[in-house]
């Protein structure tokens, strides 16, 4: 009985073993994201990114991330226009499908990637820009992450939504035939 308990231990440790080095040698495999957008997918009118951009300053030094980036159309926005390198972050597969044929039409698949993840648990580290056009009470949610991990100079620009009490160096008023639009601008501030 022993013994036989033996060779099913082992055998579960070798299946496990198994699957960690298959697992290991697939980079591609990765855990699937299975939150729920908080956000709906509202594409930013050609217009407001161009004002996003423009206050931004964006260039090809920069490297933009976009938080909840839809169909890319920011990052790839600035990868043609400035030679920018982008990431985007949407948690919605179908929206990271969409980024990427909408990076090949561009010709910028060399310069512009997108992640399939939750903006809260990305790392932000080689941003010099971040954009968002999120919701109210996610923007409040990530301004602590976006300042305890941002560089200080790091510039982030919100379409429509501010950050509360984070008061912004720029506000934009951006007009379509379909009504008004706001472009938040701040700086990432120096730690006190």
């Known amino acids: 009985m022993r013994a036989l308990r033996v060779k099913i231990l082992a055998a579960l440790l070798v299946g496990a073993l198994t699957a960690c080095a298959v697992s ?10 299975t939150k729920e957008p908080e956000v709906p997918f509202v594409p930013t009118n050609e217009k407001v990114v161009d004002e996003m951009l423009k206050v931004a300053k964006v260039s090809g030094s920069d490297v933009l991330y976009d938080l909840g980036s839809g169909d890319g159309r920011i990052p790839i926005t600035a990868a043609q226009r400035f030679g920018t390198r982008g990431v985007g972050i949407d948690i919605d597969p179908q929206r990271i499908k969409e980024a990427n044929e909408n990076a090949q039409k561009a010709k ?15 790392d932000l580290k080689d941003a010099t820009v971040v954009t968002l056009y999120l919701l109210p009470d996610v923007n409040m949610r990530l301004r602590p992450k976006l300042l305890r991990e941002l ?11 501010d950050m509360g009490d984070w008061k912004p160096e720029q506000t934009i008023k951006v007009s379509l035939p379909s009504g008004d639009h ?7 501030p120096k730690p006190k």
């Open 151 to 161: 560089k200080p100079g790091t510039r982030v620009v919100s379409h429509n939504y």
């Open 108 to 122: 910028v698949t060399d310069k512009v990637r997108f992640i399939q993840g939750d903006l809260f648990n990305a």
């Open 24 to 33: 290991a040698q697939s980079p591609t495999m990765t855990a699937p994201v």
């Open 182 to 188: 706001t472009v938040y601008y701040w700086v990432v």
